[in-house]
């Protein structure tokens, strides 16, 4: 249940909520102390220098120095208190202390402004007056609009006093500006009551959400775990699968009776590899999003890292019947990565490009000091293409284009979003451009801090 400060502005709040809202109110009062104590400081000293000729100089010196007195309060318990943590709770009797706090200044604006209208001759000062009383009333809005009883107590000491004392003396300010003050007041409680309903509200929807976001961690926590037991439990039987057919095809204990089974064997040592290679894409990507990835880094350059893949590469790109171009910029530094990890990212970069391209078609790599001084590294293919609204999506764990699942094309959808992630790990970045039916880029950066300045790659410029 709200406590008595809310007044009946408060909706219903559970006892985490109204922690919470109570944090809140503290923070923001906070960061507004400096502003009220300016406002508080210059409004007094405007209203007694135009009232020090008219009224007694004892009286305005003591009410200055209260004033001011107040202000550097209310600025010295900002600065002492500027650099500390968010509170983890607070006591319904700081809210209190702080609405006895507004029901004092608030009471201090009203008899200082109902005096100064008792005894001013002046319109002038009687329109200075009610102008003050104007920007203090919205100052106070704005500043204790998230706590009602607070709010409610400084407007109706502060406004109310002075208010009346005009309504019941004609003369004193036109009747049009009483009335536009009276419109004004009841404007400024109904935007409080908003704000404080939109206050409420956001703290409400930002509890919701951090909860909601501990949850779906949770649960990608919990599915990783999964996935990594999982593919363990797999791993083990389909290695003795595949060593066993692997025996068989070889015929390592003695020739098979019908040769047909040789070609069986071969296809369950084919399809084991393959279920080998998922696994083990699954379990990388749940390491790396668990974060129990740890690079072993070391220095390397930007040709070893492309001659290997195109070694490794040569066999598929030329049952593709493709062209491989390569270009790399003079004078490349070394670089410091893991280099295991990162020939895993080129070799999944660079398979897609081969499936996803054309017998005819072309890839090109190029490697390539970034503007920043970094490095990058670009794959270029004549493929099928990705239109613009997936590019996010494939690089989401399971995805494929619809292009691809038109097509059938063989894969999982985790080779991208396990090399998005593993590039990450280096604080570097994979960015996609494509235009379907005329190819994609993807751009593998690594920022300066992963380039070594001492030593330097040499030039290489082929077409294979």
Not at 151 to 179: K, Q, S
Not at 247 to 273: C, L, T
Not at 333 to 360: C, H, Y
Request: proline share 4%; glycine share 6%.
């Amino acid at each position: 249940m709200a406590r008595w400060h809310a007044l009946w502005l408060s909706p219903a709040l559970t006892p985490e909520i109204e922690r919470e809202v109570n944090i809140e109110r503290l923070v923001t009062m906070a960061r507004h102390q400096p502003l009220a104590a300016l406002a508080h400081s210059v409004n007094s000293a405007v209203l007694i220098f135009a009232a020090w000729p008219h009224f007694n100089h004892w009286a305005l010196t003591f009410v200055g120095v209260v004033f001011q007195g107040a202000a550097l309060r209310q600025f010295y318990e900002w600065w002492r208190h500027r650099k500390h943590r968010r509170p983890s709770k607070v006591a319904d009797r700081t809210i209190t202390r702080i609405v006895i706090w507004a029901l004092s200044l608030g009471a201090l604006w009203g008899a200082f402004n109902t005096a100064l209208l008792a005894t001013s001759p002046s319109a002038e000062i009687n329109l200075l007056i009610v102008m003050v009383l104007a920007g203090m009333a919205a100052g106070g809005t704005i500043m204790l609009h998230n706590i009602p009883a607070a709010l409610f107590a400084f407007l109706t000491l502060c406004v109310t006093p002075p208010w009346l004392f005009i309504a019941v003396n004609d003369g004193l300010v036109p009747a049009a500006v009483m009335i536009f003050a009276a419109i004004y007041f009841a404007f400024l409680a109904a935007s409080a009551r908003f704000g404080y309903h939109n206050f409420v509200e956001g703290v409400r929807l930002r509890m919701q959400n951090a909860e909601l976001a501990y949850k779906a961690d949770a649960a990608n926590r919990a599915k990783s775990r999964f996935l990594a037991n999982m593919s363990h439990e797999l791993r083990t039987p389909l290695n003795a699968i595949i060593g066993f057919a692997e025996v068989i095809h070889s015929q390592f204990k003695g020739p098979v009776g019908n040769p047909q089974y040789i070609d069986f064997a071969r296809s369950i040592h084919e399809s084991g590899r393959h279920l080998v290679g998922i696994i083990n894409d699954i379990l990388d990507l749940s390491k790396v999003e668990a974060g129990r990835v740890e690079l072993e880094e070391g220095a390397t350059t930007i040709t070893s890292l492309i001659d290997q893949a195109d070694v490794l590469m040569r066999h598929a790109i030329d049952d593709a019947q493709l062209t491989l171009e390569v270009s790399i910029e003079p004078d490349l530094p070394e670089i410091l990565v893991d280099r295991r990890k990162l020939d895993q990212v080129l070799l999944n970069v660079m398979s897609n490009a081969v499936k996803f391209t054309k017998s005819g078609g072309r890839i090109r790599i190029e490697g390539r000091r970034a503007s920043d001084g970094g490095i990058a590294i670009r794959v270029t293919d004549t493929g099928i293409g990705i239109d613009e609204d997936e590019l996010k999506e494939v690089l989401k764990p399971f995805v494929q284009s619809r292009e691809a699942e038109r097509r059938k094309v063989q894969g999982t959808g985790l080779g991208l979003p396990l090399s998005d992630q593993l590039m990450k790990l280096h604080s570097g970045s994979m960015s996609l451009s494509s235009e379907r039916g005329t190819g994609t880029t993807v751009t593998l950066y690594l920022p300066p801090s992963r380039v070594l300045q001492d030593r330097s790659d040499n030039t290489t410029e082929k077409i294979a």
